[in-house]
């Protein structure tokens, strides 16, 4: 009976993907729900438990290079976890933008956006200079890192990055994002956090979806909404200014 299920699970290996990555969001979300009563996002944890999985996949296959899809039973999250669909799926959301939405947040949600996405890159590239990288493409990948985790692989592909540099785009990342849901609850009084247009600039300015809004749910409910509209902008501008833009500035600096 089971070397009958093992052999299902391995010849759909692409089925067998989605239910592990639908079994792992609802494992996030209810420890989200259930241990941190929404504040600590379900996204967030869901990654976390990706970077064990894929651990205990490259433990349990002495060191395989793919994560869990070293092992043939789960090969299909190589697939689907790969640069193909995720990148379809970026290119679908930036697509999938309408500039009249943008324009409701004003011009301060619009030069939140930019400004947003070049402190972060530029404070990710100076980390990565500090730590040794001398080569455009490195740099240029783990300063996409720190404007979103997204955007990091995304860069990374487009300019060549090795795997390694593109695994801690993916940290930067993930780190922003969880400073930024567990901070936004502390610091919303201070900044003035207390209403949709502010909402909106905070959206801009930090970029990443998932922590925005565990952020502002945590602080309002209410204004959810504002600041998901401008950070989901912010994911999709940052994957075509850091491939092209960033990266040509970077490789006129460093060759």
């Known amino acids: 009976m089971w070397d009958i299920l ?21 494992v996030a979300y209810m420890l989200s729900a259930k241990l941190t009563k ?14 064990v999985l ?21 090969a299909g999250v190589g697939l689907m976890g790969g640069s193909m669909l995720r990148d ?27 400004m947003g996405i070049f402190v972060s890159f530029f404070i990710g590239a100076g980390m990565a200079i500090a730590f040794g990288y001398t080569d455009a493409v490195s740099i240029t990948t783990i300063g996409a890192g720190a404007v979103t985790y997204i955007v990091g692989p995304v860069t990374g592909a487009a300019v060549g990055a090795d795997s390694a540099v593109v695994a801690l785009s993916v940290a930067a990342g993930l780190v922003k994002s969880i400073l930024v849901m567990t901070s936004t609850p502390l ?3 201070i900044v003035g956090l207390d209403n949709p247009n502010s909402a909106m600039v905070f ?15 945590a602080t309002n409910p209410k204004l959810v909404p504002y600041g998901a509209m401008t950070s989901t902008f912010y994911t999709g501008l940052g994957c075509l200014l850091c491939p092209s833009v960033l990266f040509l500035l970077m490789k006129g600096i460093y060759g």
């Open 54 to 74: 894929a651990y205990v996949g490259g433990a349990a296959t002495d060191g395989g290079s793919k994560g869990l899809a070293s092992i043939p039973m789960f």
């Open 187 to 189: 610091f919303a009084k």
């Open 6 to 26: 093992v052999a299902q699970l391995t010849q759909n290996g692409l089925i067998t993907s989605f239910v592990i990555v639908g079994v792992t969001m609802y």
């Open 88 to 114: 379809l799926a970026i290119v679908a959301t930036s697509f999938g933008v309408d500039l009249r939405e943008v324009k409701k947040s004003g011009l301060s949600g619009t030069v939140s956006l930019f």
């Open 38 to 51: 929404g504040k600590f996002h379900g996204s967030a944890i869901a990654i976390i438990l990706g970077l």
């Open 203 to 217: 959206g801009g300015l930090m970029g990443t979806t998932s922590g925005v809004t565990a952020g502002l749910a």
